[in-house]
């Protein structure tokens, strides 16, 4: 089965200094990268996904600022395809889908931002369309919420998300595991 990784949205907004500085979003990118690196040296496809906010009132993720750019952590190389979008669902109104076919792609790996919206929409459309998933939890991120006056913090909202991800739509494991699998695998 041919997998590739799917790293959504590891822009510099979310990181320390950014617009929408997310919890651990430092230690997420680490393993992000160290998984992109796993994907890199057994040959794998990597695809990175990164948000352009194009909505009225944005404050983040604009066009043509640095926080819009990926983060270094896990920055493009040459040849890797990065795709632009413009709504949490990484599929929507983008050319993924034709990506992984053209690479003959049915197994996706995913890392990225925020666990909470786009890592979580776009692992469910990728349920949908067939596509087996594994998502490293700890090269995910994301924020507190609030609902109803009651605040959430941010480590139970990633951990609400990727439990409800974790079974049917996806198996969620440490980066290392994924990474350890990468490279047993043969397509």
């Given amino acids: ?26 230690a997420a990118g680490a393993r992000a990268g160290q998984l992109l690196a796993a994907f890199r040296a057994a040959g794998r496809p990597v695809i990175h996904i990164r948000h352009q906010s194009v909505r009225p009132g944005a404050t983040f993720f604009l066009p043509g600022t640095p926080g819009a750019e990926i983060h270094a952590s896990v920055a493009p190389q040459a ?3 990065v795709l632009d979008k413009h709504f949490p669902n990484s599929f929507r109104e983008t050319a993924l889908q034709e990506t992984l076919q053209k690479l003959g792609v049915e197994e996706l790996a995913v890392a990225g931002m925020m666990t909470h919206m786009c890592v979580d929409a776009t692992v469910r459309a990728a349920f949908d369309l067939g596509y087996r ?20 913090p941010a480590g139970q909202v990633h951990a609400a998300f990727l439990a ?6 996806a198996t969620v494991e440490p980066s290392a595991a994924v990474a350890q699998k990468v490279a047993q695998k043969a397509d």
């Fill in 1 to 26: 089965m041919r997998s590739a990784l799917l790293l959504i949205d590891i822009q510099n907004d979310y990181f320390p200094g950014g617009a929408m500085t997310l919890d651990g979003s430092d």
């Fill in 79 to 81: 040849g890797e395809p």
């Fill in 133 to 152: 998933c594994r998502v490293a939890g700890d090269a995910c991120a994301t924020r507190g919420l609030e609902h109803d006056g009651a605040q959430v």
């Fill in 164 to 169: 409800a991800l974790n079974g049917i739509y």
